[in-house]
């Protein structure tokens, strides 16, 4: 009646060594980019190596995102002041009622990192707050890592947002319903539904539903392979660059309780809580399309259903999807 739920605490707040074990379990997908597609990819696209990044700006471009104040003061209004403070200790609150001190100020700050590709490391730092999956834990993989970002990074990105999506064409997967106007999870599953029945209703067949949920599918993200990806739907060179240096070099540590670990620099994936973290993972993703006209692969960012229509028995094509969908998986996340 009260809508009471039991809190449950993240983790075993007396054991300062967990902090550790569970932060080096978090960044376990981190991989050096290989030789060849780094030099392929800096080849092709002119890449800043990372380190040159740092040192030294980038040369600022005509074709860099420029955020208009107004935006950013509409991003500061909308901050939820209930939500916690990420690394920086800035509560929401905040940034909701400085608006009118705050917004011309981090408008400059913002454009200014657009129009470099550099994303300050005090931005991209992130504390991992691990939750319990379920009650009774057994593994460190029955925690889930939530991480709180600094909530001037995530007006920052939602400010973005819109000027990442607006260039992409249209009618990139129309199976893909994560970031698109008017659409939702209600429909994908009437989507799902419909291929389903109305293969059904014409008799003489049967369906095949796959629901494939990919393990920490954000944290596989590899940077220097999504950049020739975006720069090939559209994104400019300059916002590609920014990308991947807002995926790279990324501090993280985990807290629990009074303990924190020492702090990881990660360059793989994106953090679960980040507001572009979906979004790039569907772009990462997007090429996962069906092969054959029986099968259908129904997306919402990482939840993905594959649909396979059998007609006469014949679940040749349905299998070859399967393999096939397994296959580019592994391509796009080899470790």
């Known amino acids: 009646m009260t809508n009471y739920k039991p809190s449950h605490l993240s983790a075993e707040?007396?054991?300062p060594q967990l902090v550790e074990e569970l932060n080096s379990f978090f960044a376990r997908f981190e991989a050096a980019p290989t030789v060849?597609?780094?030099?392929?990819t800096n080849a092709r696209y002119k890449v800043v190596p990372t380190e040159a990044a740092t040192a030294t700006p980038h040369t600022p471009t005509q074709s860099s995102?420029?955020?208009?104040?107004?935006e950013v003061r509409r991003t500061l209004k909308a901050v939820n002041p209930r939500k916690a403070a990420g690394p920086d200790g800035v509560p929401g609150r905040v940034l909701r009622d400085c608006v009118d001190q705050l917004a011309g100020v981090l408008t400059k700050i913002f454009n200014q990192s657009l129009s470099q590709a550099i994303v300050p490391s005090c931005l991209k730092t992130s504390t991992i707050i691990p939750?319990?999956?379920?009650?009774n834990i057994s593994c460190l993989n029955d925690y889930r890592p939530v991480a709180l970002t600094p909530h001037p990074m995530k007006c920052f990105e939602k400010a973005v947002l819109p000027h990442i999506v607006a260039p992409l064409p249209p009618g990139l997967d129309p199976y893909q319903f994560a970031y698109r106007a008017n659409r939702s999870t209600a429909d994908a599953i009437a989507t799902a539904l419909h291929s389903t029945l109305s293969h059904l209703e014409r008799g003489g067949g049967?369906?095949?539903l796959l629901f494939v949920d990919f393990s920490s599918a954000f944290n596989t993200i590899l940077p220097d392979r999504l950049v020739p990806k975006l720069l090939d739907l559209g994104l400019?060179?300059?916002?590609?660059?920014?990308?991947?240096?807002f995926l790279s070099d990324r501090p993280q540590r985990v807290r629990i309780g009074p303990h924190t670990s020492t702090t990881l620099s990660l360059s793989t994936g994106s953090p679960q809580g980040c507001v572009l973290s979906p979004l790039l993972y569907s772009l990462y993703t997007h090429h996962f399309s069906a092969a054959h006209p029986s099968n259908s692969i129904i997306k919402f960012a990482d939840d993905t259903t594959v649909v396979g229509c059998i007609s006469r028995g014949d679940e040749t094509a349905y299998r070859d999807e399967v393999?096939?969908?397994q296959a580019l998986q592994y391509h796009a996340h080899p470790d």
Do not use: F, M, N
């Open 236 to 245: 400019s060179h300059s916002t590609c660059l920014w990308i991947k240096d």
């Open 65 to 70: 995102i420029v955020l208009k104040e107004h």
């Open 36 to 40: 060849a597609a780094t030099a392929h």
């Open 323 to 325: 393999e096939q969908l």
């Open 13 to 15: 707040e007396g054991d």
């Open 206 to 208: 049967y369906a095949r």
């Open 131 to 135: 939750v319990p999956k379920k009650k």
